[in-house]
């Protein structure tokens, strides 16, 4: 078994061993702790779940969207295929509706359609969150001029987290801040998570920032090194138990497959030329083999 997916099943019987059920604003309760630490050193690995398939294509390109296209609009990732964020899409008349649990004065929750208004001028989009918040405050440009031309900076901080837009977002963002830092010539990365769906989010999250950081690091002239997660809030909902439970025995019954190789295309030295078309040429996943799909509900 690779060293992530042991970690990933790790956690997974921690969640469901040491879990509390509580209530949540989409009405599936989730089994939760409170918080998680991992840490990937890339001289061992790059991480990609083995005991379930993971879209590579569709996390990297979602990555992409945030971080190198900086936009919230779905449709770009609908016009390649991907359709991470589609139930999350502001509409046409810029409205954006969802069944969600809602307090009542009586101190208990009901179950209704939540309608939400954002104005026209976000229809086809989540709002300010995400790429909106990049685009808006230059993070992408500002880290890569840190690592190209002051690489002992301690102030490296990347905020996807911004109050003042917290109102006109759909979902404020779950992965939210990053730190960076330089030593010995390596790049390595702080990640933090505010809230956690561990069968569908992270496997994705994980992936993406490896593959982010292995690009910056090609385009400035620096080594992978680490990266280290920390999550607050780590859930399982319990509609996605039974799923679970299928990969920890995957893991515990199947045989182990050897941790993939991570592809980037050794001409490309500007992060925006990274090709984030639909074939997503210039990053590939090779040697990649894994036990097959595992169907998880979505929670909006």
């Known amino acids: 078994m690779t060293k992530w997916d042991k970690e990933y099943l790790g956690l997974c019987k921690r969640i469901l061993n040491e879990g509390i059920e509580v209530e949540n604003r989409t009405g599936i309760n989730t089994i939760k702790v409170p918080s998680h630490s991992l840490h990937f050193d890339f001289e061992e690995e790059f991480p990609v779940l083995t005991t379930k398939q993971l879209f590579f294509r569709n996390a990297v390109l979602e990555m992409l969207w945030i971080y190198q296209a900086k936009s919230n609009d779905v449709r770009w990732l609908k016009e390649r295929n991907v359709h991470i964020w589609d139930k ?26 939540v309608t939400k208004e954002f104005g026209k001028e976000y229809a086809h989009t989540i709002g300010t969150a995400y790429g909106y918040i990049v685009n808006k405050f230059k993070l992408t440009d500002k880290l890569i001029d840190s690592l190209t031309n002051n690489q002992n900076d301690r102030r490296r901080v990347v ?110 030295k500007n992060f925006y030329d990274f090709d984030n078309s639909k074939e997503c040429k210039d990053v590939k996943v090779l040697n990649y083999k894994h036990h097959g799909k595992i169907n998880f509900p979505l929670a909006q």
């Open 88 to 113: 999350w899409e502001i509409d046409e008349n810029g409205l954006w509706k969802a069944n969600q649990l809602v307090l009542q004065k009586d101190g208990t929750f009901k179950k209704m359609e």
């Open 159 to 268: 905020s996807l987290w911004q109050d003042d837009y917290l109102d006109t977002a759909v979902l404020p963002s779950c992965v939210w801040s990053s730190e960076w830092d330089v030593t010995d010539g390596k790049l390595n990365a702080l990640v933090h998570q505010r809230s956690c769906d561990v069968p569908l989010g992270l496997p994705f999250n994980i992936t993406q920032y490896a593959v982010l950081l292995h690009m910056l690091a090609q385009v400035t002239g620096l080594k992978p090194g680490t990266l280290d997660w920390s999550i607050k809030d780590a859930h399982i909902y319990v509609n996605q138990i039974e799923g679970i439970k299928e990969q920890i025995k995957r893991g515990e019954e199947l045989e182990d497959l050897e941790a993939p190789e991570l592809w980037l295309n050794p001409e490309v």
